[in-house]
């Protein structure tokens, strides 16, 4: 089947491009939404040229959408209308277990007349992050909620060690609540690693987050 894939640039909508392409999906092309000025992505904050080579590196065209909040499932929905159109029926999403988000992911693809592919849905979260380290996905911590997580752990590569600290921290594995987000920048599906540098560290919105450059 024909498909997008909705693209963060993190762990959970890369493991879940991974398991759609294991069962078959035909992934012709990224979504990411990005900041009204075009320069970042919406949820995780990373730079869309970040983006762009991670694109290359999956061997999938991406496509960008710019909205602020209050726009942004009308930018979203006119987005997948336009890939109804080039024939794509499905759509491939990373929700792990969050009703709301699930619901919100059904209701913009039956607007436009696609399904919504949930691959992780009410999959155990440490085994995800488990899973996601085994098959040789390599991931940098970019973004973390101030209240629960301090800057030591922007820039970390996910290990399973992490999943010790998180329990005892009371996070969640798999940042499902926006504990933290990630840049994956290596894994099975990558023809090459994508390199970055850690740059400074922004704050905003309850978030701190670690800028990566090329």
């Known amino acids: 089947m024909l498909s997008f894939c909705s693209w963060s640039g993190g762990k959970d909508s ?18 990411s939404m990005l900041t009204e000025d075009e320069k970042h992505s919406r949820s995780h904050g990373l730079k869309k040229e970040l983006l762009l080579r991670q694109a290359q590196a999956l061997g999938i065209p991406i496509e960008f959408g710019a909205a602020a909040w209050d726009q942004y499932e009308a930018c979203f ?3 997948l209308r ?8 499905a759509g491939i999403f990373g929700a792990i277990d969050l ?11 039956k607007a436009a007349g696609m399904a919504a592919v949930l691959p992780l849905w009410k999959k155990d979260r ?3 992050l488990a ?5 040789g996905f390599q991931a940098v911590m ?5 209240d629960l997580l301090d800057e030591s752990w922007l820039g970390r590569v996910l290990d399973l060690t992490m999943l010790e600290e998180f329990q005892r921290l009371g996070i969640d594995a798999s940042g499902e609540n926006g504990e933290y987000h990630t840049f994956v ?12 540098q850690a740059g400074s560290i922004l704050k905003r919105d309850g978030y701190s987050f670690l800028e990566l450059t090329q």
């Open 142 to 146: 970019v973004a973390v909620k101030s």
């Open 185 to 196: 920048y290596n894994g099975p599906l990558f023809s090459n690693q994508v390199i970055f």
């Open 82 to 89: 336009s890939f109804k159109e080039q024939n794509l029926e």
């Open 126 to 128: 440490n085994s995800l």
């Open 99 to 109: 009703e709301e988000n699930r619901q919100w992911v059904e209701k913009v693809c």
């Open 14 to 31: 890369c493991l879940s491009l991974y398991h759609a392409m294991q069962e078959g999906y035909e992934v012709r092309v990224l979504l």
């Open 131 to 135: 899973e996601f380290i085994a098959l």
């Open 77 to 79: 929905l006119a987005k």
